[in-house]
C-alpha cells in the first residue's frame, strides 16, 4: 500500500521559505514521478512541480526561479524547497504520485495535505 505523508506547511511572511516534506511508504520514489499539487479556496487544484524518475524537474510558470522540487532517495522522501513566497502561494500542497496498476491503468495516490498561509 502507497502511504505519502506531508510535512512542513505553517504560516511566513510574504518573502519567507519554507520547506515541505514528502515521505512515501510502498513505494520506491526514484522509480516514479513525483509531484506537489496546491488548492487555494474557491480554486482547482493545481499542479506546482513535479520531478521525474529521471531527475527532470518542471515547474508551474506561476512558481518558476522560487520553488525547487528535490528528492533524497535514502529517505524515500522529495522536498519542495518555496522561497520568495507570495500571499497567492497560500494554498493546501499536496503530494502526488500515480503507480501502474496494470498495462492499461493506473492509480493515484495523495498525501493528506498541508497547509501553507503567506502573510502580506
Known amino acids: 500500500q502507497v502511504h505519502l505523508v506531508e510535512s512542513g506547511g505553517g504560516l511566513v511572511q510574504a518573502g519567507g521559505s519554507l520547506r515541505l516534506s514528502c515521505a512515501a511508504s510502498?513505494?520506491?520514489?526514484?522509480?516514479?514521478?513525483m509531484d506537489w499539487y496546491r488548492q487555494a479556496p474557491g480554486k482547482q487544484r493545481e499542479l506546482v512541480a513535479g520531478?521525474?524518475?529521471?531527475?527532470?524537474?518542471d515547474y508551474a510558470d506561476s512558481v518558476k526561479g522560487r520553488f525547487t522540487i528535490s528528492r533524497d532517495n535514502a529517505k524515500n522522501t522529495v522536498y519542495l524547497q518555496m522561497n520568495s513566497l507570495k500571499p497567492e502561494d497560500t494554498a493546501v500542497y499536496y503530494c502526488?504520485?500515480?503507480?501502474?496498476?496494470?498495462?492499461?491503468?493506473?492509480?493515484?495516490?495523495w498525501g493528506q495535505g498541508t497547509q501553507v498561509t503567506v502573510s502580506s
Open positions: 510502498g513505494i520506491i520514489i526514484r522509480t516514479y514521478a
Open positions: 502526488h504520485t500515480r503507480v501502474r496498476i496494470t498495462s492499461t491503468s493506473w492509480k493515484d495516490y
Open positions: 520531478i521525474i524518475s529521471g531527475g527532470s524537474t
